[in-house]
């Protein structure tokens, strides 16, 4: 267990949730863009938790694969699909790299609202399993 580094997890994580509620203020949110930060947000929060528990942090951006990996150690981490999380996958590359002429470069509003509510919700299920353990910010 590495408390500084899941910190550092944790922080970087908020600074993603951050952006991604500054961005939705904005007059012409950029959609894209905060839809990459939730699905950023919740990916490191997942990795913060494997991180705690000494687990090995594999390189993806796969919510569904970091639910699993999380699950292992906790199964309540099978709730976060009743919540959606894995759908947040899409965001971490699809619209990065969308080709110009795509139908679906920048996700409506409310879909967007949505992906930051679903951080939100990762954000507060993996907290809460950190404090049960006894980790401390």
């Known amino acids: 267990m590495n408390e500084q580094t899941t910190k550092n997890w944790i922080l970087k994580a908020e600074s993603d949730l951050k952006i991604g509620r500054y961005g939705l203020t904005m007059e012409k949110p950029a959609t894209d863009a ?7 947000c919740a990916e490191k929060y997942l990795k913060a938790f494997l991180i705690f528990h000494g687990k090995e942090i594999k390189k993806t951006h796969d919510i569904a694969l970091l639910i699993e990996d999380c699950s292992e150690t906790d199964p309540d981490f099978r709730n976060l699909y009743e919540i959606n999380a894995d759908k947040l996958t899409e965001y971490a590359v699809k619209l990065r790299y969308s080709v110009i002429d795509s139908d ?5 509003i409310e879909e ?15 907290l809460r399993k950190l404090k049960d353990e006894g980790f401390e910010m």
């Open 112 to 126: 967007t609202q949505e992906a930051i509510a679903i951080a939100e919700k990762v954000k507060d299920f993996v």
């Open 34 to 40: 905060i839809c990459f930060h939730a699905q950023q």
């Open 104 to 108: 679906d470069l920048f996700p409506p």
